[in-house]
């Protein structure tokens, strides 16, 4: 099959590279597609088609067709044709249950033309109802092209590139390349893309090739496909010079193995030195493919007719083959033996991606295409696609005989004949958009780049209208297929990790997501952690809280407006609780805001919630006109809760700062060092015994870490993980934002109406508070004990049942080691929000009682706290 | 959408760096009637023309400006940070949005 050595032929005879197919070796030369490589092998079946498993050969050699459609190292739908070979690649068919040659499936071809016409099972399999998912069940099985092996993992890595340039050309025939001299002789900054399989005239501007242009978007952004890379181009000027594509005809048998496009035959002889066949029939729409008779010839093809379709009208066209290949071919009656048959009709200009950008496109009936007009600002187009394509064939929507014997194929893709279309007409779609949806001619991998004039033509025929005014089809990006992967980039899992991760690694941490931060769930027995805060002295890291300073004279002014409780009045070195809420009166984050100085206020917020309230601080200030000024420190500064009965004792002994509880009071902050680092003592109590929050220069945290693990081991000090921390919590009922409280949640119903102080005059959320205080609270977040010995927890977001029906919901529950029984907090209606109400709890498949406790479990008055 | 988006600071960017938060609106100051507040704060203008709306400069500078933008085109006519009110003292609850009220009112 393959020629002597040619002049200008892509592929290198000194370059042998292998790779299988179905597992058996093929050899090849460097150059080469695996197309290309498979075809000089001897193969010509390619793939089996989408519906009747028809074999299929190479149709088109650019990539655009459906026929080559393989699965190369496990990825599916590898149009090999344009494939570049590359060493111990693995190719295997798809689309078959066997082998190709001998399809399983294509008994569809035989037997069920007549039972499978277009949208057949929206008709046939919906009786009886029953029968259905039978019968969905095996379509889903045969429909679909290629298989994603689910195993595979990651094999390649995709990246996006940003790019902005003055000229982008897109396409590299002889306009585009002379448009991109031209630009560059202008000294502007051009690229020029191009799709290949043809190289492009390199001279001297940069080219990116191969590579395709996926879409034209909004603001001139045109993806480009270029391998493994997104090249998202942002151009001032866009020149497209995609050219024209070669139509094929339509006549029965027009998809059998051995009937090609010419230009499909052209780069077989041109770029790989292959003969495309032995005898061949040759029906030029254009002067092209009128010229590639003589090309034949020079390969060893013997050309036995060459028909004109511009000056010779043919009325019946009908290919016959064996085995789905070619074997003859009848003209209006006279049969011609050949095994290659050359067909094209008009070169159609690609006009797709000016179309997108906004092009009107319109139909220019004397040479039978459809052309661009009315270009939007900022794009040009030049060559073919401006409908420079020289005198073509208006060829007739059909060459069916009466005595047809084969189907007549509109959409190879999708195997829609006209006979669908002509019954899609029938049905009562007579609109091409419509028709579109039903029959899904022009929704294949081509993308219509094959089938859209034709199944216009064939359309206007069949309504007895004209092209012009059924029109074409809207335009949409993407221009050709694209993987999932390219569009999705590369794949990330951003993680933030504390500057004491590797503490916790090394401490055999099991660590847990919270957000992005990786955050330690417990060093083994959480239970036993949160007891250890009770009885001795615990260690956590709490680094992750958000972390803001707010600064300016009217800092304390704007916090007062954004928070619902009072700011102005909180002393220096003070520490007040606030939760921040949406003007809608919502619950959105929570935090300590603490005041270091007149001027100056920390503020933290949950772990997930910085960004969030940080935005929202600098919204707001914009929105009011404060000049304040907000820092993030969340990530420059490390933070530890140190808490239990000894923490006031190691903390003493790492400081000269008072530590007593007259001098370091609770909710007072103080800045002090602490083994020799500068630390902000926040004196708080989440987890509800007598626990101090350092807050500190993260380049130190290691080294604190390590010191208050070492000082305090005789003080029986253990670093406990956010499990413990949670269950520390629920005893003294403090709420998580998110976990307790969800976008509905408002501070009144949410347990906190002492936060809000309605004699301020304004504050976010206060007027739609004003309306829910007015109607009153409709549900209520309470705390629930469950009796003790009660050895296990109701999920969280079990249900509360009132009255036989859901009417509450638990958000989160816990084992209490301390008060050894199930707690959690739970909404449920406000009759029921009261001390000692019994409640009705579904788990364990069950039901069980409990009890609603509105006061902390633990130290309810808060004693320990203050002590 | 991928228009591009002067910033003030940062000059032309893609507009998926950005953070949009929605028209310009006009904050009641005074407590509002139930439909009032519903007003404000479910119902937009959703004009298809120019309208002046908020945007944050989320992957950039990550200040908060105003745009004036034609809906229809995503054609931006211009965006300006808002200025403070007043230096020393903190403007007082009537305040409305430093740069006036929403043209589209």
């Given at each position: 099959m393959r020629l002597g050595p040619r002049p200008g032929e892509r592929i290198d005879r000194s370059d042998e590279v292998t790779f299988t197919f179905r597992g058996k070796p093929v050899k090849a030369f460097g150059g080469d597609t695996i197309g290309s490589a498979l075809f000089a092998s001897g193969q010509r079946i390619f793939s089996r088609s989408f519906k009747y498993h028809r074999p299929r050969g190479l149709l088109c050699c650019s990539g655009h067709c459906p026929n080559c459609m393989m699965t190369v190292d496990g990825e599916p739908n590898v149009r090999v044709c344009v494939e570049p070979v590359r060493e111990g690649a693995r190719v295997k068919p798809q689309n078959v249950r066997w082998w190709l040659n001998w399809d399983l499936m294509a008994v569809t071809d035989k037997i069920g033309g007549p039972f499978t016409p277009v949208g057949f099972y929206y008709r046939t399999m919906i009786r009886p109802r029953r029968a259905w998912p039978l019968f969905e069940r095996f379509l889903r099985s045969a429909a679909g092209l290629g298989r994603v092996d689910k195993h595979a993992g990651r094999k390649r890595r995709f990246d996006t590139e940003n790019r902005h340039v003055d000229v982008l050309v897109i396409g590299g025939g002889r306009s585009g390349v002379e448009a991109a001299r031209q630009a560059q002789i202008r000294g502007e900054d051009v690229v020029l893309v191009d799709e290949g399989p043809e190289p492009v005239e390199r001279l001297g501007f940069p080219v990116l090739w191969?590579?395709?242009?996926i879409g034209i978007y909004e603001g001139n952004l045109v993806p480009v496909e270029a391998g493994s890379t997104l090249v998202r181009f942002r151009a001032k000027h866009i020149v497209v010079a995609t050219g024209a594509l070669e139509q094929p005809l339509l006549f029965p048998g027009n998809d059998l193995v051995g009937v090609m496009l010419p230009g499909g035959a052209r780069r077989m002889i041109e770029l790989w030195s292959l003969r495309p066949g032995r005898r061949a029939v040759v029906l030029a729409g254009d002067d092209r493919a009128l010229a590639l008779a003589g090309e034949l010839e020079a390969a060893g093809t013997e050309v036995v007719r060459v028909v004109d379709l511009r000056r010779e009208q043919l009325r019946e066209i009908e290919a016959w083959g064996r085995y789905g290949r070619l074997e003859s071919v009848s003209l209006d009656g006279e049969t011609i033996a050949c095994d290659l048959l050359l067909a094209s009709g008009a070169r159609q200009p690609a006009y797709s991606l000016l179309a997108q950008a906004g092009a009107r496109v319109e139909y220019d009936a004397k040479r039978g295409i459809f052309v661009p007009a009315d270009l939007p600002d900022g794009i040009e187009a030049v060559g073919a696609v401006t409908g420079r394509v020289g005198r073509v064939a208006v060829t007739p929507a059909t060459f069916n005989g009466a005595s047809r014997t084969d189907k007549c194929f509109a959409c190879i893709c999708e195997d829609v004949t006209d006979k669908d279309m002509k019954r899609a007409i029938a049905e009562g779609f007579d609109s091409l958009e419509l028709a579109k949806r039903y029959t899904t001619v022009t929704m294949g991998p081509c993308q219509g780049k094959l089938c859209h004039l034709p199944s216009i033509r064939l359309y206007a025929r069949e309504t007895e209208t004209d092209e012009a005014t059924i029109g074409t089809t809207t335009a949409r990006p993407p221009w050709a297929p694209v993987s999932l992967g390219l569009l999705a980039g590369r794949p990330h899992e951003p993680a933030k990790r504390t500057s004491m991760h590797d503490r916790h690694k090394d401490l055999g941490a099991r660590m847990m997501w919270t957000g992005a931060w990786r955050r330690p769930h417990s060093y083994g027995d959480p239970e036993a952690e949160a007891k250890v805060v009770h009885d001795s002295l615990g260690l956590i890291d709490v680094s992750t809280l958000g972390k803001l300073l707010v600064r300016g004279p009217d800092a304390a002014a704007f916090l007062e407006r954004l928070y619902p409780n009072r700011f102005a009045d909180l002393k220096v070195d003070r520490i007040r609780y606030g939760v921040l809420g949406t003007d809608g009166g919502r619950v959105m984050d929570d935090g300590t805001i603490a005041r270091l100085d007149e001027e100056l206020f920390y503020v933290t917020t949950t772990s997930t919630g910085a960004n969030t309230v940080i935005e929202w601080f600098d919204w707001w200030n914009a929105v009011w006109g404060f000049g304040v000024e907000t820092t993030n420190v969340t990530g420059a500064l490390a933070a530890v809760n140190l808490a239990g009965p000894n923490s006031r004792e190691l903390l003493g002994r790492l400081t000269d700062l008072d530590v007593s509880n007259e001098a370091l009071k609770y909710l007072d902050a103080k800045r002090a060092q602490v083994a020799g680092v500068p630390c902000l003592v926040l004196r708080i109590g989440f987890v509800g015994e007598l626990g101090y929050e350092l807050h500190f220069p993260s380049p130190h945290a290691e080294y604190l870490w390590d010191t208050l693990l070492g000082e305090g081991a005789d003080l029986g000090i253990r670093p406990f993980g956010l499990e413990a921390q949670r269950i520390l919590r629920l005893e003294k009922q403090h709420i998580l934002v998110g976990q307790d409280t969800d976008s509905e949640s408002n501070p009144l119903e949410a347990g906190m109406p002492w936060l809000v102080k309605w004699e301020k005059d304004d504050f976010v959320g206060k007027w739609a508070l004003e309306h829910v205080r007015e109607r009153g609270p409709r549900e209520q977040l309470v705390g629930f004990e469950l009796a003790e010995g009660l050895g296990s927890v109701p999920a969280e977001g079990g249900q509360i049942v009132v009255d036989g029906k859901p009417g509450g919901r638990v958000t989160s529950a816990r084992w209490s080691p301390q008060l050894g029984r199930p707690i959690g907090l739970a909404w449920v209606p406000s009759r029921l929000a009261h001390e000692g109400a019994e409640i009705t709890i579904k788990m364990n498949g069950g039901f069980e009682q409990g009890r609603v406790r509105l006061k902390p479990f633990f130290d309810p008055d808060g004693g320990q706290l203050r002590s | 959408m991928s228009f591009l988006l002067p910033c003030p600071n940062c000059g032309p960017r893609d507009v998926n760096e950005f953070a949009y938060q929605g028209e310009v609106t006009k904050r009641p100051t005074q407590s509002p009637t139930l439909r009032e507040l519903s007003s404000y704060l479910y119902f937009r203008e959703n004009v298809a023309g120019v309208q002046r709306e908020w945007w944050y400069h989320r992957l950039g500078c990550q200040a908060w400006f105003q745009a004036e933008r034609d809906t229809r085109t995503n054609e931006v006519l211009a965006t300006e940070l808002t200025e403070p009110v007043s230096a020393e003292g903190a403007p007082g609850p009537e305040a409305t949005p430093a740069l006036g009220e929403n043209p589209t009112l």
């Open positions: 191969p590579a395709r242009a | -």
